[in-house]
C-alpha cells in the first residue's frame, strides 16, 4: 500500500523547487509515517541546491521540522501515534560503535548523506535525506525521531531540528565554552546568532559577532552579543582587530558560514596558546584549508562540529525544556511565515540575506 503526500522536490542544480504529488512506502521495519506540521528554510538546503552538497535528482530537500507521528512500523517502540517529533537529520541508534562511545554524535546505523529513500515520483524513486521533510508526511526512521513533550507549540519548535541545536550545541556541547571566557563569532545568520545565546548560556563575558550585515547587530545583541564587528568598518586588518579586541586571542572562536578563508582566520584570532576553533559551516564540497602546524603546536584545537555535537534523541528533548523554560529565544529568529506552496519565496529571502528562519506552515 502506498500513502499519496505532497513534496517540494529539486529536479536539478540551481532549479526553483516544484511541488509535486508523491507516493510514499508504508513505514516498514523501525520506521515511521510523520505529518509535518511545520518546516524550516535551512541555508544547507540552498547548499544542496547549489550543488555544494552532492545529491541524486529528484531529491526531497528538508531536514528542519516539527511533525506528529501518524502510524508506526513494527518494532516501533520510543513514539506512538500522536506524539509531537522532531526529524533528525543526525540520528541516534544508541546501538553502534559511535553512539555508545561517548566520543561522537556521527550515527553509523544512519550517516549522513542522499539516497534512494522511501519516496517514488512517477514510478522513480526519490533521493532523499535522512529525513526528507519539504513534504506534508514522511516515512523517517525511529532512530531519526526525537519524540518531545507536546505543549511546545511546533512552529518554534522546529528550529531545534537544525539551528537552534547546532548553534547552541556547538557553544555548549562541542566546544564546552567555560564561564568568563572571551568568544568570537563569524557569522551571525540562523546559526550563528544560536551560538551567541550558546555562549551566554554557558557563561561567557566577551562575545564579539562578525558580519557583513549591520541589521544583524541589534538582534545579535538582544541575544547576548557584546561586540558587533562589520569588516568592511574596520580600518586595518581584521585579524589584527580582533586579536586586539580579544586581548590577544579569543579562547573561543565560531566559523558558521562555510568559507574557507574565515576558517584560516578563526585560526588567526584565537588564544595560540589554548584557543579552541570550532567549524560550525558547511563549506563547498572538495575545498581545502591552509593549516600550519605552528597553528596547533603550542596547545590550540581545531575541531568540527555537527549538530552542534548534540545526540538527537536524548539532548533536544532537553533543548526543547529549555526554550519552554525561556533559556532559549526562538520566537524572534522565526523572522518570516508562509505557506508550503511559496517555499521557493523563502529560499529567495534567504538569498537576499532578508531572513533569520523562514518556517513554512500546511493548509
Known amino acids: 500500500m502506498t500513502i499519496k503526500a505532497r513534496a517540494a522536490l529539486l529536479h536539478g542544480l540551481n532549479e526553483p523547487l516544484t511541488i509535486e504529488e508523491i507516493e510514499l512506502d508504508e513505514p516498514g521495519p523501525g520506521q515511521v509515517l510523520v505529518e509535518m506540521k511545520?518546516?524550516?528554510?535551512?541555508?544547507?538546503?540552498?547548499?544542496?541546491?547549489?550543488g555544494h552538497i552532492p545529491t541524486g535528482f529528484p531529491a526531497l530537500l528538508g531536514h528542519e521540522a516539527g511533525g506528529v507521528v501518524v502510524r508506526c512500523g513494527a518494532g516501533v517502540t520510543s513514539v506512538a501515534p500522536g506524539d509531537h517529533v522532531i526529524p533528525l537529520f543526525a540520528a541516534e541508534c544508541r546501538a553502534c560503535a559511535n553512539c555508545t562511545s561517548g566520543r561522537s554524535n556521527i550515527c553509523l546505523a544512519k550517516p549522513p548523506g542522499f539516497k534512494e529513500g522511501p519516496a517514488t515520483f512517477n514510478g522513480?524513486?526519490?533521493?532523499?535525506?535522512?529525513?526528507?521533510?519539504?513534504?506534508?508526511?514522511?516515512?523517517?526512521?525511529?532512530i531519526s525521531l526525537a519524540k518531545i513533550?507536546?505543549?511546545?507549540?511546533?512552529?518554534?519548535?522546529?528550529?531545534?531540528?537544525?539551528?537552534?541545536?547546532?548553534?547552541?550545541?556547538?557553544?555548549?556541547?562541542?566546544?564546552?565554552?567555560?564561564?568568563?571566557?572571551?568568544?568570537?563569532?563569524?557569522?551571525?545568520?540562523?546559526?550563528?546568532?544560536?551560538?551567541?545565546q550558546g555562549a551566554r548560556l554557558a557563561g561567557a563575558v566577551k562575545i564579539i559577532g562578525v558580519d557583513q550585515n549591520p541589521d544583524r547587530e541589534e538582534i545579535a545583541r538582544?541575544?547576548?552579543?557584546?561586540?558587533?564587528?562589520?569588516?568592511?568598518?574596520?580600518?586595518q586588518p581584521l585579524t589584527e582587530y580582533l586579536v586586539e579586541m580579544s586581548g590577544g586571542g579569543a579562547d573561543y572562536v565560531f566559523e558558521?558560514?562555510?568559507?574557507?578563508?574565515?576558517?584560516?582566520?578563526?585560526?588567526?584570532?584565537?588564544?595560540?596558546?589554548?584557543?579552541?576553533?570550532?567549524?560550525?559551516?558547511?563549506?563547498?564540497?572538495?575545498?581545502?584549508?591552509?593549516?600550519?602546524?605552528?597553528?596547533?603546536?603550542?596547545?590550540?584545537?581545531?575541531?568540527?562540529s555537527w549538530f552542534g555535537g548534540a545526540r538527537g534523541r536524548s539532548d533536544v528533548p532537553?533543548?526543547?525544556?529549555?526554550?519552554?523554560?525561556?533559556?532559549?529565544k526562538v520566537a524572534d529568529l522565526v523572522t518570516h511565515r508562509l505557506p508550503f506552496e511559496q517555499i521557493n519565496e523563502g529560499f529567495d529571502l534567504l538569498r537576499r540575506g532578508e531572513s533569520i528562519r523562514t518556517v513554512l506552515t500546511f493548509s
Open 38 to 50: 511545520a518546516v524550516g528554510i535551512c541555508h544547507s538546503d540552498l547548499h544542496i541546491i547549489e
Open 124 to 142: 522513480i524513486r526519490v533521493h532523499q535525506g535522512t529525513v526528507g521533510t519539504f513534504a506534508t508526511h514522511s516515512v523517517i526512521d525511529e
Open 149 to 196: 513533550r507536546p505543549d511546545a507549540p511546533l512552529d518554534q519548535a522546529f528550529y531545534m531540528g537544525c539551528g537552534v541545536t547546532t548553534g547552541v550545541g556547538a557553544a555548549v556541547f562541542s566546544a564546552e565554552v567555560k564561564a568568563g571566557s572571551t568568544v568570537i563569532i563569524f557569522g551571525l545568520g540562523g546559526i550563528g546568532l544560536n551560538v551567541v
Open 222 to 235: 538582544s541575544f547576548g552579543l557584546t561586540d558587533f564587528v562589520n569588516p568592511g568598518a574596520v580600518d
Open 256 to 304: 558558521v558560514i562555510g568559507s574557507v578563508k574565515l576558517m584560516e582566520q578563526a585560526l588567526a584570532v584565537a588564544n595560540p596558546y589554548w584557543g579552541k576553533i570550532i567549524v560550525v559551516g558547511l563549506s563547498p564540497h572538495g575545498q581545502t584549508m591552509e593549516l600550519s602546524p605552528w597553528n596547533l603546536l603550542f596547545g590550540q584545537t581545531l575541531k568540527g
Open 318 to 328: 532537553t533543548l526543547v525544556d529549555w526554550f519552554m523554560a525561556g533559556r532559549i
